[in-house]
């Protein structure tokens, strides 16, 4: 395929990607792969991977097999079936140098705002360094979740002991023997407890509400015997067939559904099996539909719970004292350090870069009761733009779809952008409303 070109300015098209996590780097090299040059990825870190550069606490992994959470056009030998935080920040590093986009990535870069420019049909993209430059079409993969939800407790200000969330990990301090709290019960605190629990003196987990969490069958990946196993159209058929088993699950989210039913049957012995203080299942035990929450996948948080000096508070936090937490039920538990596994700001949509399409209007205040963008990638109104962002945030091994997809996606889109010899692509105004079922938020996407 021949480099996309702009024949009304007989020059290529110029592209911005915001962000360098695996959507913005699946962008980079679908542009690369096609002949592009002329695109520029802009990253705030100072170094590739999105969620996988920012979040090293102890545990942190992938919570679907490997071999779906990894692109279909560069296939990987995992060694374990979830690969870990360091495995996938190895394979990024690798995609980046197979397909030479390094240079194209500028690092600790991060931009302010993206602005139309109807003079020239385009953008001006502008960093916080000061720069501005022009850009036919701008691509933003900023993540759902790369914003971390720092806590706002009252009393946070008098606070002494450490204090820090899970995305922004301080690995300098030795928690051996200390009292350790970790805030929240998501997929990120029970990746961290079981990591915590052998290495601390005490651990106290405050838990809102609980979740389901299902056992994740974690193994070591054996070089298949057969060489059909091991042929290009053998690799290929089993990634297939691993995101479909995965993608049953969410059968199982829809309410009501003979698959939620026994998902739930299932739980229930999972649960019974792994924990043995009956006081501690029921408060273990969700009281709504499985589905309704993103579940988590952990085979060690529940035995992790049972350990006699890790205690599972079950209320939110309420405020903070100057040496403690206070739970909602009032009780005060003085801790040595904090950590915060609060999670993201998943609904600030684009809340990194204030972006101003034609007449001056402002994607935050057109995405005010909600984000909109039709088919996940682009938004009406807002022309030459994509967005490289998931399309239902409850669901799992979608994710890595969409990776491979979206990009294709908003590549067909930049080449009938070139080929066409038009100036100014928009999308359609009509859009469809999916919504996961049982979920209490809901994503339009077109
Ligand atoms: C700890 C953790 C574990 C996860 N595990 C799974 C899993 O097991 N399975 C799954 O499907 N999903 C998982 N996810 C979801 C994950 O968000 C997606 O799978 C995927 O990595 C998102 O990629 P992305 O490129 O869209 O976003 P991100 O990885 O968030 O990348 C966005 C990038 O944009 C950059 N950026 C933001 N603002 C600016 C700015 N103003 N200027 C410049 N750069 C900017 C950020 O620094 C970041 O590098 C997990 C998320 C986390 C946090």
């Known amino acids: 395929m021949g480099a996309l070109k702009h024949l009304t300015r007989n020059r290529e098209v110029r592209v911005a990607v915001l962000g360098a996590g695996l959507g913005g780097i699946a962008t980079a090299v679908n542009l690369k792969r096609s002949g592009s040059t002329s695109f520029t990825v802009f990253e705030r ?20 097999p490997s071999e779906i959470y990894s ?118 605190a029970c990746q961290l407890v079981p990591a915590l629990a052998p ?19 974690t193994h070591k990946i054996t070089e298949p015997s057969s060489a059909w196993a091991r042929s290009r159209l053998g690799r290929k058929l089993h990634r297939l067939q691993t995101f479909r088993e995965t993608e049953r ?22 649960l019974e099996r792994t924990v043995t203080d009956p006081a501690l299942r029921s408060l273990l035990t969700p009281s709504y539909a ?22 599972l508070v079950p209320h939110a936090v309420s405020h903070l004292t100057k040496r403690g937490i206070v739970d909602a039920s009032g009780v005060e538990t003085d801790v040595d350090v904090l950590i915060a596994a609060t999670g993201f700001k998943a609904t600030d949509f684009l809340s990194s870069v204030r972006i101003v399409g034609p007449g001056g209007v402002d994607l935050r205040d057109r995405w005010a009761s909600g984000a909109r963008a039709f088919l996940g990638v ?3 109104g807002f022309p030459n733009s994509l967005c490289s962002m998931v399309r239902i945030p409850t669901a799992h091994s979608r994710l890595s779809l969409n990776w491979s997809g979206s990009p294709n996606w908003s590549h067909a889109s930049l080449r009938a952008f070139a080929v066409a010899t038009i100036t100014r692509w928009t999308p359609d105004q009509s859009l469809r409303n999916i919504t996961t079922p049982g979920s209490s938020g809901g994503f339009d996407v077109g």
């Not at 870190?45 to 679907?64: I, L």
């Not at 197979?98 to 109807?118: L, M, N």
């Open 45 to 64: 870190s100072s170094g590739p991977g999105g969620v996988w550069w920012e979040n090293t606490y102890p545990g942190c992994e992938v919570d679907v």
């Open 71 to 188: 692109y279909s056009f560069m296939p990987h030998r995992w060694e374990t079936s979830h690969a870990t935080q360091a495995a996938l920040q190895r394979y990024i590093e690798l995609v980046i140098d197979h397909f030479g986009i390094r240079s194209h990535i500028r690092f600790d870069t991060t931009v302010e705002s993206a602005i139309w420019d109807p003079a020239q049909n385009g953008w001006i993209v502008t960093t916080e360094r000061g720069t501005a430059e022009y850009f036919d079409v701008v691509v933003t993969a900023l993540g759902l979740l790369s914003e971390p939800n720092l806590p706002t407790w009252p009393g946070i200000e008098v606070f002494q002991p450490s204090m820090f969330h899970t995305a922004r990990y301080e690995h300098s301090h030795d928690l051996r023997g200390k009292r350790v709290a970790v805030v929240g019960t998501g997929s990120t």
């Open 199 to 217: 290495v601390v003196g005490q651990l106290i987990v405050y838990q809102r509400e609980p979740g389901y969490v299902l056992p994740k069958r």
């Open 249 to 270: 699950l969410v059968d199982a989210f829809r309410v009501g559904s003979p698959a939620q039913l026994r998902t739930e049957s299932y739980y229930k012995r999972y």
């Open 290 to 311: 499985f589905g309704c929450k993103r579940p988590v996948f952990s085979s060690d948080f529940y035995p992790a719970l049972n350990s006699p000096h890790v205690k």
């Open 378 to 380: 682009t938004v009406p």
